[in-house]
């Protein structure tokens, strides 16, 4: 079975960072798009970046562009999301999703792109 889990969320202070993971089974992650999406409580769910392994590719929304940066331990099949200095609005459900036809070429990203996604894990910001 294809899965992915999430974790590393928490409450955190504006300003502060956390490092969500995006763990797989079933599958290697080499050969897949993996996105970090989010949904805030009443919105829709929001596309922040892509990372295409084989291509070296990634893409960040401008909303965290240079505050959250994807990286990789291949030998833990696992993806992480540093996410450096927080702001309330940043405050939402985590999710990572993969796919193997996502190319990461372009800064925008889609729920309806992904056919596997994970959890979701819970991140909030406030003082």
């Known amino acids: 079975q294809l899965q992915l889990a999430e974790s590393g969320g928490g409450l955190v202070q504006p300003g502060g960072s956390l490092r969500l993971s995006c763990a797989a089974s079933g599958f290697t992650l080499d050969s897949y798009a993996i996105g970090w999406f989010r949904q805030a409580p009443g919105k829709e769910r929001e596309g922040i970046s892509c990372?295409?392994?084989?291509?070296?590719?990634?893409n960040y929304a401008d909303s965290v562009k240079g505050r959250f940066t994807i990286s990789r331990d291949n030998a833990k099949n696992t993806v992480f999301l540093q996410m450096n200095n927080l702001k309330p609005e940043d405050t939402a459900v985590y999710y990572c999703?993969?796919?193997?036809?996502?190319?990461?070429?372009?800064?925008?990203?889609?729920?309806?792109?992904?056919?596997?996604w994970g959890q979701g894990t819970q991140v909030t910001v406030s003082p």
């Open positions: 999703a993969a796919d193997r036809k996502v190319i990461c070429n372009t800064g925008s990203f889609y729920v309806e792109d992904y056919n596997y």
């Open positions: 990372f295409k392994i084989s291509h070296g590719r990634t």
